[in-house]
């Protein structure tokens, strides 16, 4: 049996790269053991466990790895989804890519979640769901990726009702989040005045899992620099 380690553990699904590699960054700089889920290996020096989220013996086998390694289980942030909303025209949507999107999005973060909570109501411990605006706007043709994020956020408030209050679950839906060079009028779109940052998720995240957030639960939080506030005419 593992000696209960000292410093808390966190576990980030989907932390090879983007939003996900931000928050275990991050998390690790605040004094966190963090373990990673992903199907691909990070480039940083976490502990890594290969994990596909939308299996039940993969997410039980990848809490029983951070639990052997660490010994606790402190926060959650079930970040591991698939980008690309774009699914094509509803009436030619395979119920094959369907449910693949909903399994992944949806079904991951319920079973990492369900995997976890003996450990984290041990613990005390909190839950970070990593949904979308897009659970709230729409373009044509994201109807598995819209429903897929909708259920996150519906999830989340269900999950802290059952697991609070020794669990707090909370919910961040990113708006756009830039990962190449973008053009000045995209930026300029966003009231802020730019587009958003993987460091502006994380930071929310750090926050949402730390004491200081302890009166916080249940909750969406939409982080998109005032977008989906903003009221466009043509």
Request: proline share 4%; aromatic share 6%; with cysteine.
């Amino acid at each position: 049996m593992v000696q209960k380690a000292a410093k808390k553990t966190a576990l980030v699904s989907g932390a090879a790269r983007g939003i996900g590699a931000a928050i275990a960054q991050l998390l690790a700089e605040q004094g966190y053991e963090v373990a990673v889920a992903d199907l691909r290996k990070p480039a940083a020096a976490h502990f890594f466990v290969r994990t596909d989220v939308s299996s039940e013996p993969a997410a039980r086998a990848c809490v029983r790895a951070v639990l052997r390694e660490f010994g606790r289980l402190d926060a959650l942030v079930n970040n591991a989804g698939m980008a690309g909303p774009a699914s094509g025209p509803v009436e030619k949507l395979a119920l094959r890519e369907w449910n693949r999107r909903i399994g992944i999005n949806l079904t991951g973060v319920f079973l990492m979640t369900k995997q976890s909570v003996p450990h984290l109501r041990a613990a005390r411990g909190a839950v970070v769901n990593i949904a979308s605006t897009r659970a709230l706007q729409s373009e044509p043709d994201t109807e598995a990726y819209a429903a897929s994020k909708g259920g996150v956020v519906a999830l989340t408030h269900a999950l802290a009702m059952s697991l609070g209050p020794e669990v707090r679950v909370n919910c961040i839906s990113p708006g756009w989040i830039a990962h190449q060079r973008l053009r000045d009028k995209d930026h300029a779109q966003h009231p802020v005045g730019r587009a958003g940052r993987d460091a502006d998720i994380a930071a929310l995240t750090a926050y949402l899992l730390s004491d200081a957030a302890g009166f916080v639960t249940g909750q969406n939080f939409v982080a998109d620099g005032g977008m989906t506030r903003k009221m466009i005419y043509v």
